[in-house]
T-cell receptor
């Protein structure tokens, strides 16, 4: 079974630009979560999508947005990039059903975004 | 979700057991303990989870104290490839949190040395 894939793996942008990152979940998984990892703040939850609907949201400004398509693939967008948005962006997929007692998440390799 | 406390770093000799502790004194009765690890610059990898009973899989064992206020992840024969940051996370059932949000702490940086 193929794992979670993220594209692109590396990206360099300048301040003020916008960026779109893509995540393809494991086949059959309906939940996709996004995380930002920086040396200062560690791993922080951005948002989660399930069946094309945002189900959970972290504490990030509105410049960070996402969406999920009917095939469960997800994109996240960051508008008006700031230097502090430089980070490793990780997505994770899971089955995601609310009737589950637990939820094992499978992470992709991440997209390394550098903002100059 | 309950807060967890882990040591910042630990060393372990190759071939020996690595015992990584985690305190979660405010854990609720229906909250699970999850362990993930992150090898440098890769995405986190799920290791194991448990509720009350001790658990074992091909990667590790999870020992949860009877009062559930702490747990220990055991890597029985650590190798150099086990060098990573290990995260202990506590969260409730899916319906409890309305989804799959994970709250990561700072984790324990485990260095396995030859």
């Amino acid at each position: 079974k193929a794992g979670v894939t993220q594209t692109p793996r590396y990206l360099i942008k300048t301040r003020g630009q916008q960026v779109t990152l893509s995540c393809s979940p494991i086949s059959g998984h309906r939940s996709v979560s996004w995380y930002q990892q920086t040396p200062g703040q560690g791993l922080q939850f951005l948002f989660e999508y399930f069946s094309e609907t945002q189900r959970n949201k972290g504490n990030f400004p509105g410049r960070f947005s996402g969406r999920q398509f009917s095939n469960s693939r997800s994109e996240m967008n960051v508008s008006t990039l700031e230097l502090g948005d430089s980070a490793l962006y990780l997505c994770a997929s899971s089955l995601g059903g609310l009737t589950s007692s637990y939820n094992e998440q499978f992470f992709g390799p991440g997209t390394r975004l550098t903002v100059l | 979700d309950a807060k967890t406390t882990q040591p910042t770093s630990m060393d372990c000799a190759e071939g020996r057991a690595a015992n990584l502790p985690c305190n979660h004194s405010t854990i609720s009765g229906n909250e699970y303990v999850y362990w993930y690890r992150q090898i440098h610059s890769q995405g986190p990898q799920y290791i194991i989870h448990g509720l009350k009973n001790n658990e074992t899989n091909e990667m590790a064992s999870l020992i949860i104290t009877e009062d559930r206020k702490s747990s220990t992840l055991i890597l029985p024969h650590a190798t150099l490839r086990d060098t990573a940051v290990y995260y202990c996370i506590v969260r409730g059932p899916m319906i409890y949190n309305q989804g799959g949000k994970l709250i990561f702490g700072q984790g324990t940086e485990l260095s396995v040395k030859p």
